[in-house]
């Protein structure tokens, strides 16, 4: 059992903080293992003023082991807060288009830094980046970006796919306008990665845009590179 214990912070003014201990510390999936929870990126407050926080599950027995997401959810103001069901483990095999690329050591997806947004309807997107980076690994650079969806609130998610984005592994951040269907924005800061090529700095973020709140329908807009 992982002896790493996960808080939630809170403060009326922001000056002064109160942690509290989350209960139950992991969703019922992780009880008894060597999961500790690891929240890698921002929250989202929902037009229903729920707080929703996206968390990865590391396994430290086995390296920087992620096969799965889940949401801390709190619907009350913070006063409480539960975890939704975990997402699917992904066994990449099925993704992999040259098997004689693939070492076969990694059969699951590595997932990190998953964030979420908030859809026109309610319905809650999930990105997460995909960290299956090294050689032999086998997947390629347009498989390195996850997508799921949730149609209840965040409560559970759909099967995790990879999108047809292009990335070197990297974190990302999106954005819907709420009041409308009208748009999704998705930003993907490149880093780190083995297979083309090693980046050392993290000076590269790519723009994706699509005209309806539709993931699928990303296209890539404006490369800023630094001068």
């Known amino acids: 059992m992982c002896k790493e214990k996960t808080y939630i912070s809170r403060s009326n003014d922001g000056v002064q903080w109160e942690n509290i201990l989350l209960a139950p510390q992991y969703p019922e999936e992780f009880n008894g293992t060597n999961f500790r929870a690891f929240p890698g990126n921002h929250g989202l407050l929902t037009k229903g003023n729920d707080m929703i926080f996206p968390v990865c599950f590391i396994e430290r027995s086995v390296g920087m082991n992620c096969p799965n997401v889940a949401l801390l959810i709190s619907r009350n103001g913070g006063n409480s807060w539960y975890w939704s069901k975990v997402t699917n483990t992904v066994l990449i095999e099925p993704y992999i288009r040259d098997k004689s690329v693939w070492n076969g050591i990694k059969t699951q997806a590595i997932l990190w830094e998953p964030h ?22 086998g997947l390629e650079s347009d498989q390195l970006l996850w997508y799921a969806e949730s149609k209840n ?6 099967g995790l796919r990879p999108l047809k984005i292009t990335t070197l592994s990297s974190r990302s951040h999106s954005a819907s306008m709420k009041a409308s269907a009208s748009d999704l924005m998705l930003f993907t800061n490149d880093w780190y990665a083995l297979n083309p090529v090693k980046l050392n700095d993290r000076n590269y973020l790519s723009m994706y845009l699509s005209p309806v709140c539709d993931p699928e329908l990303l296209i890539p807009g404006p490369l800023i590179q630094p001068y």
């Open 153 to 158: 609130k965040g409560e559970t998610f759909s």
């Open 116 to 137: 979420v947004f908030e859809k026109p309807n309610g319905d809650i997107g999930l990105f997460v980046r995909c960290n299956n980076i090294e050689d032999g690994d």
